[in-house]
């Protein structure tokens, strides 16, 4: 908090300089969103009505992210941000203070969303990795919109209507190459207990998580110790992150026998339109490869 | 590293809110939520610091997910046609539950029926073996008398105040009536158009 107060007084010179409009209503709503996938969503569904505001610089990774003056002056023009609320944008409200924007109206989407728990406590932040949980959240999104700007209420419907169809179609195409597969013999872990959302769209169960610190290669003695639990668990195929070091991969495939599957957590790089998409899409075509690897490895 | 591999789960009783429904239907809370592999069940809504996770789990968790889902697209098109939308026009409009293609393998097999009732509609899933969990999603406008119009919420919500009910029954093969939960349902969720959703997530 100490430093948020010094980047609150850096702040205030930027903002100043920066937004001499700041607050205003104008057409087209600006839109703040803290996360990639509410990228995504917001420039679709929003569309023309819409500016699109990353909260965090492109690049940047919401999970090691620290604000600067800059970031905080951008806020200062945002109509209402789109958040996670359930810690995986806590930068968020520390940020909307020292921005002396605590007023700026919040849009939750995951209010409604069932939830699953987390590996370790609490509810699992990581509903948008699913289909099913971003189709819910995008309507939300298009409400929410549709009361910051009743003229374009039917817009938001519509392109919420056409995007979530799409996303659907992904889902589609991935049961269908699952159909047929005999999965009794699967035995699924991941590195990270955020996909647990994507996979219960699938139907798919996930037996274990091995959930090191996010972003960071485990130690050699981790590694051991990873190795050891895949092995008692009888895990056939694991899904780990794009990030994870190829060494690492190859040590636990060498060590373990079980296959290894990368998939996108959608934290940091580039901000898109399609993002959320390819993105989507590249986890399902993963999560089906590795499933049916297992299934006919039996 | 650490491997986890099940969450703890506990049973946090229901609100007082819902307690209102019955006793019988307190009762049926708790079995059916053992049966389901219940997770946590936290009354307070979204304003708490610790929000609450689904009851639900596996195939269950999936479709209360779809139908949850489908809720905007049946009021659209309830608001286009003039008319409730039948399961078939659901599952051409390819929105799970209705569509199976968007179920995986365990969560179909359920019977979907829609009951339409002037202001209100039921969309239930049923077990005709008794064994799997029927789902209940009942729809309903309801009169916008009492509200504030000149509110930014209401302003922006042209037509009748729309709220959403989903309720679980264990082996359920029948459609309720009016009072479910004096039928053995468990209500898992409460959504005002207005308001946003009360009751678990």
């Given at each position: 908090m100490t430093k948020m107060r010094w980047l609150a007084s850096l702040f205030a010179a930027a903002a100043l300089a920066s937004?001499?409009?700041?607050?205003s209503q104008a057409h087209p709503l600006r839109i703040g969103v803290t996360l990639n996938p509410y990228y995504s969503w917001v420039a679709n569904v929003g569309g023309s009505a819409v500016t699109v505001v990353p909260?965090?610089?492109?690049?940047?990774?919401p999970h090691s992210y620290q604000p600067r003056p800059e970031d905080l002056a951008a806020?200062?023009?945002?109509?209402a941000v789109v958040m996670?609320?359930?810690?995986?944008?806590?930068?968020l409200e520390p940020m909307l203070e020292a921005a002396g924007k605590s007023d700026l109206r919040r849009?939750?989407?995951?209010?409604?969303v069932p939830l699953l728990p987390g590996a370790s406590s609490g509810?699992?932040?990581?509903?948008?990795?699913s289909v099913l949980a971003a189709s819910q959240q995008v309507q939300t999104l298009a409400k929410e919109l549709a009361s910051l700007d009743p003229q374009d209420a039917r817009l938001f419907e519509e392109n919420a209507r056409a995007y979530t169809k799409r996303l659907r179609h992904l889902l589609a195409e991935a049961l269908a190459r699952l159909e047929?597969?005999?999965?009794?013999a699967v035995r699924i872990a991941t590195v990270?207990?955020?996909?647990a959302y994507l996979f219960s769209d699938l139907g798919l169960t996930v037996r274990a998580v091995v959930q090191p610190r996010h972003g960071l290669e485990p130690s050699a003695r981790q590694l051991a110790d990873t190795i050891e639990r895949i092995r008692a668990a009888r895990v056939n195929v694991l899904f780990t992150e794009m990030a994870l070091d190829h060494r690492t991969v190859e040590a636990i495939e060498r060590e373990t026998g079980c296959r290894l599957f990368r998939l996108t957590h959608?934290?940091?790089?580039d901000d898109t339109a399609d993002r959320f998409e390819r993105d989507t899409k590249a986890n399902l075509e993963a999560i089906v490869a590795g499933v049916t690897a297992a299934a006919g490895r039996r | 590293m650490r491997i986890v591999e099940e969450a703890v789960r506990t049973v946090r009783p229901p609100s007082a809110a819902r307690e209102a429904a019955g006793a019988g239907a307190a009762v049926a809370a708790v079995l059916i939520a053992g049966a389901l592999r219940v997770l946590t069940l936290d009354r307070?809504?979204?304003?708490?610091a610790a929000p609450a996770t689904s009851v639900l789990a596996g195939a269950d968790q999936t479709l209360y997910q779809a139908l949850l889902v489908s809720v905007d697209a049946i009021f659209g098109l309830r608001r286009r046609t003039g008319a409730w939308p039948e399961v078939a026009a659901l599952a051409r409009e390819e929105l799970p539950p209705f569509a199976p293609?968007?179920?995986?393998r365990e969560a179909r097999g359920l019977d979907w029926k829609r009951r339409a009732d002037g202001a209100s509609a039921d969309y239930a899933g049923l077990?005709?073996?008794?064994r799997r969990t029927a789902f209940l999603l009942r729809l309903s406008e309801k009169s916008t008398?009492?509200?504030?119009?000149?509110s930014p919420a209401r302003a922006a919500r042209a037509g009748p105040r729309l709220a959403a009910e989903v309720w679980i029954l264990k082996g359920g093969r029948a459609l309720p009536g009016a009072f479910p939960a004096a039928e053995g349902w468990y209500q898992l969720v409460a959504l005002d158009g207005e308001t946003g959703p009360s009751g678990p997530r």
């Open positions: 937004f001499s409009a700041a607050g909260v965090v610089p492109s690049g940047a990774d806020l200062t023009s945002l109509d996670n609320g359930l810690g995986h944008d806590a930068f849009l939750d989407l995951n209010r409604g509810a699992n932040s990581h509903s948008f990795l047929g597969l005999d999965l009794s990270h207990d955020g996909y959608m934290a940091g790089g | 307070s809504g979204a304003s708490s293609a968007l179920l995986p077990d005709s073996t008794g008398a009492g509200l504030d119009q000149s």
